[in-house]
């Protein structure tokens, strides 16, 4: 079973600062989707940025871009100019094309922005 | 908005008692989830539905139904609550259109229960 592993439950930057989210998953899989959500205290889940396995490009959504490393199974967050409104938890997940239709998370990290 | 409404948002029970979560979609997609979020385990997958009638079980399915008798509602039943069912639920759809992108779930507003 694919396993998703976010190893920073929690992380702190400060505003216009950068930081970068990490995670990890294990698949036998080649093609296969993955994503950042964002879960801010009102509870909603936000797609942040999606990365298709196939695309040797790392993915770029505005501040929010990828670090995917494909035969690392490595697929980091990086959040540049960092505002208050970043403040959430974030989580990593994967989505395999083979066929089990199921998205799998990772725990999440809770990043926090100081002023 | 990916029209998800779930009901009822929030809800304190006892143990013992049966609850009915419901998730309604506007938008006919044939992919409904239901997940679970508890501090340090991230979201976890119950139950699914790949159509009317057609479900099957995630990795925390114990003590849950659910049951699919329209495309747009999924319900998720707790036949005797228990406090370990303590949690907040959320619903997701997921597009199979190709310009919404392949494995994006849209997800509710969640539904926090509380079983006392």
């Known amino acids: 079973a694919q396993t998703v592993t976010q190893s920073q439950p929690e992380m702190s930057v400060q505003e216009a600062e950068t930081v970068t989210l990490s995670c990890t998953y294990d698949?036998?899989?080649?093609?296969?989707?993955l994503f950042w959500y964002k879960q801010p205290p009102s509870r909603q889940m936000i797609l942040v940025i999606r990365?298709?396995?196939?695309?040797?490009q790392n993915a770029t959504e505005n501040r929010f871009s990828v670090n995917f490393q494909k035969a690392a199974k490595s697929f980091s967050l990086k959040i540049s100019d960092s505002q208050l409104g970043d403040a959430a938890m974030y989580f990593c997940a994967y989505w395999s094309q083979g066929g089990s239709e199921k998205l799998v998370f990772g725990k999440g990290t809770k990043l926090t922005v100081n002023p | 908005d990916a029209g998800i409404t779930q009901s009822p948002r929030h809800k304190v029970t006892e143990t013992g008692t049966p609850v009915t979560l419901r998730c309604h979609q506007t938008e006919n997609h044939r992919y409904m989830y239901w997940y679970r979020q508890d501090p340090g385990h991230g979201l976890r997958l119950i139950h699914y539905s790949y159509g009317v009638k057609d479900t099957d079980k995630g990795e925390v399915s114990d003590g849950y139904s659910v049951s699919r008798s329209k495309t747009e509602d999924f319900l998720l039943t707790l036949e005797s609550a228990t406090s370990s069912q303590t949690s907040v639920y959320f619903c997701a759809i997921r597009p199979q259109r190709p310009s919404r992108g392949t494995g994006e779930l849209f997800f509710g507003e969640g539904s926090r229960l509380t079983v006392l």
């Open positions: 698949t036998s899989e080649s093609d296969y989707y």
């Open positions: 990365q298709e396995a196939y695309k040797q």
